[in-house]
Structure formats: structure tokens, C-alpha cells
């Protein structure tokens, strides 16, 4: 009874040796398999998920920006999957293996999901009239987003962030921008360089150079159209139609002569009502001045 009680003491030590050397071994065991599952992590990470970003866009024919990213096991191979949103408004699916970092698949989503990059600066401009200065495709609050700055004709940078999915403007914002001039100034060079009323005026960009493209109705009964530097208000460019549109200063002075007699004390061609007109000032016979209104397009008396 003693010795089995012995005996079953010693297989019980005996069990409790073993099974202490169990998981003692276990616990090599599970340590290795932990440094091996580390080592494979690392050779499958080889290539970091910014190397992977920027294989994805260089793989890409038009400029984009990264929509996500993140690391998959595909037919047991760890690749990275790339999600990049083009210029064109065009989705991307790039997968770039994770050990060689080279692309292994690029897919292309056929229908246009996103505004191009065209689209959202025509959006800005349509807002804010002037000159596209710079446009860049950007995630804000996991949102893609064009951040373009438009040099408007107020004289001020506007900065307008436009959603990509539906192209609402999240964010219009506004400094003054001192290197250009506003369309006001610019009107009043074009003006003392040709005298004449404004026909029409905008903000383009010619050569890379935003400049003012000011229309006029010159003195001389023909159009001038002016390109001016948007900075400096140089004349650039000058081109002037060869027909005569509108009849000139000489014939409006003669035509109010006509209407009031003396001497011709000043005109200028202006704009009422929809209807160019030169206003003509008259010192008359009887020493009182008299404005005359002649219509520059067919030379008869406004009242």
C-alpha cells in the first residue's frame, strides 16, 4: 500500500519533470515560431509602403495622387494594393509586389467617376474669374480634393478647394495678392494708351504669362484689343481691326457742331445705356458750355 503510494509519488514526479520539459519546450517552440513569424513579416515587408506608393504613380501615364493604400495576400503573395485617383478624373488599382517593389497588376476603372483636373480649374474660374496659377490633387479629411489658386481680377489670390467626387466647393479662401492688378486698373491703362470706351475685358494666360486682354472702341472708330502684362500693365501685344465699326471723334465733333455752334472743348467716347456714344462739350457763341450726345454707331443726336 506504501510502496504504491511511493511508486505513484515517483510517476507523478516523473509526470510533472515531463511535463515541465514540455512546455518548457513549447515555449522554445512558440518563441521560435514567433522570431520566424517576425523574420517573414520583415522579408515580406522588404519593400516600405512609400517605395510602393511611388512605383504605383510612376506606373501611372498621367500625374495622380494616392487615394490608399494598404498590404494584401493574393494567390500567397504579399503584395501591396495601391488605389491612385489621375488628373483625368480616372481610377487606378496598382498592386506592387512587396519583396521586389515591382508592379504586378494595373487595372483601370472604365467609367469616369471624378472630375479631371481640366474640370476643376474651369469650376474655379467660373467662381472666381481670373488666371489659373497653380491646381494639385490632394486627400483632405479623406476626401480627394483640387486645391487650385486662381489669380483674380480683383487683385486678390484665391486659394478654392473642390471636391473630386461631386464637384462642390468645400473652401474658398482669400488674400490679397499684390503682384497683379485688379481689372479696374488695368481698363485705366489700356484706356490712356488708346483713347476709347472699354468693350470688354479678362484675365488670360498667354505663354504662361497672366495678362489682361482689354478690348477697346478707339477714337478712331476701330477696335483695339490690348494684351497687358498683369503685373506691370505693359503692353504686350496690340492689334487693331482695319474696318472702322464705329464712326470717329471727327466726324462726332462735326455732327455736334452742327447741332450747336463754337468750339470744341473736349469729348470722349463712353458707354450709357448699352449704346457707345461720344459726349461732346461745346463752349458756344454765348460763352455757356453745351453737352451734345452723338451715337458713335450711326452719328445721330441722343437726348
Given at each position: 500500500?506504501?510502496?504504491?503510494?511511493?511508486?505513484?509519488?515517483?510517476?507523478?514526479?516523473?509526470?510533472?519533470?515531463?511535463?515541465?520539459?514540455?512546455?518548457?519546450?513549447?515555449?522554445?517552440?512558440?518563441?521560435?515560431?514567433?522570431?520566424?513569424?517576425?523574420?517573414?513579416?520583415?522579408?515580406?515587408?522588404?519593400?516600405?509602403?512609400?517605395?510602393?506608393?511611388?512605383?504605383?504613380?510612376?506606373?501611372?501615364?498621367?500625374?495622380?495622387?494616392?487615394?490608399?493604400?494598404?498590404?494584401?495576400?493574393?494567390?500567397?503573395?504579399?503584395?501591396?494594393?495601391?488605389?491612385?485617383?489621375?488628373?483625368?478624373?480616372?481610377?487606378?488599382?496598382?498592386?506592387?509586389?512587396?519583396?521586389?517593389?515591382?508592379?504586378?497588376?494595373?487595372?483601370?476603372?472604365?467609367?469616369?467617376?471624378?472630375?479631371?483636373?481640366?474640370?476643376?480649374?474651369?469650376?474655379?474660374?467660373?467662381?472666381?474669374?481670373?488666371?489659373?496659377?497653380?491646381?494639385?490633387?490632394?486627400?483632405?479629411?479623406?476626401?480627394?480634393?483640387?486645391?487650385?489658386?486662381?489669380?483674380?481680377?480683383?487683385?486678390?489670390?484665391?486659394?478654392?478647394?473642390?471636391?473630386?467626387?461631386?464637384?462642390?466647393?468645400?473652401?474658398?479662401?482669400?488674400k490679397d495678392n499684390q503682384r497683379y492688378m485688379t481689372r479696374t486698373k488695368a481698363e485705366s491703362f489700356a484706356l490712356s494708351h488708346c483713347k476709347g470706351a472699354v468693350k470688354s475685358s479678362e484675365m488670360k494666360k498667354e505663354n504662361g504669362v497672366s495678362v489682361?486682354?482689354?478690348?477697346?472702341?478707339?477714337?478712331?472708330?476701330?477696335?483695339?484689343?490690348?494684351?497687358?502684362?498683369?503685373?506691370?500693365?505693359?503692353?504686350?501685344?496690340?492689334?487693331?481691326?482695319?474696318?472702322?465699326?464705329?464712326?470717329?471723334?471727327?466726324?462726332?465733333?462735326?455732327?455736334?457742331?452742327?447741332?450747336?455752334?463754337?468750339?470744341?472743348?473736349?469729348?470722349?467716347?463712353?458707354?450709357?445705356?448699352?449704346?457707345?456714344?461720344?459726349?461732346?462739350?461745346?463752349?458756344?457763341?454765348?460763352?455757356?458750355?453745351?453737352?451734345?450726345?452723338?451715337?458713335?454707331?450711326?452719328?445721330?443726336?441722343?437726348?
Open positions: 500500500m506504501g510502496i504504491t503510494k511511493v511508486l505513484s509519488g515517483a510517476a507523478l514526479g516523473t509526470i510533472l519533470s515531463i511535463s515541465s520539459l514540455t512546455s518548457a519546450h513549447a515555449a522554445v517552440i512558440h518563441k521560435d515560431g514567433a522570431a520566424q513569424a517576425k523574420v517573414e513579416t520583415k522579408q515580406e515587408a522588404s519593400v516600405s509602403i512609400a517605395k510602393a506608393k511611388e512605383a504605383a504613380l510612376k506606373n501611372c501615364s498621367c500625374k495622380g495622387a494616392v487615394q490608399s493604400a494598404q498590404m494584401k495576400k493574393i494567390n500567397g503573395t504579399y503584395v501591396y494594393v495601391v488605389n491612385i485617383l489621375d488628373v483625368k478624373g480616372m481610377q487606378h488599382t496598382v498592386n506592387v509586389n512587396c519583396d521586389s517593389g515591382k508592379v504586378v497588376k494595373h487595372q483601370i476603372e472604365k467609367k469616369q467617376q471624378f472630375i479631371s483636373k481640366t474640370g476643376a480649374e474651369k469650376i474655379a474660374l467660373k467662381n472666381c474669374k481670373g488666371t489659373v496659377k497653380s491646381a494639385e490633387l490632394k486627400t483632405e479629411n479623406n476626401v480627394m480634393v483640387y486645391v487650385v489658386q486662381v489669380s483674380g481680377q480683383d487683385g486678390k489670390l484665391h486659394t478654392i478647394h473642390i471636391n473630386c467626387k461631386n464637384s462642390k466647393i468645400v473652401k474658398h479662401d482669400i489682361y486682354v482689354v478690348s477697346i472702341f478707339g477714337q478712331d472708330g476701330k477696335l483695339h484689343t490690348l494684351h497687358m502684362d498683369g503685373k506691370s500693365g505693359k503692353v504686350l501685344k496690340e492689334e487693331v481691326q482695319k474696318k472702322q465699326v464705329l464712326i470717329a471723334s471727327e466726324k462726332a465733333h462735326s455732327i455736334a457742331l452742327s447741332h450747336c455752334s463754337g468750339t470744341v472743348k473736349s469729348s470722349e467716347m463712353k458707354k450709357e445705356n448699352g449704346v457707345y456714344m461720344y459726349i461732346v462739350k461745346i463752349a458756344a457763341q454765348n460763352h455757356m458750355v453745351q453737352t451734345v450726345k452723338v451715337n458713335a454707331e450711326n452719328g445721330t443726336i441722343c437726348k
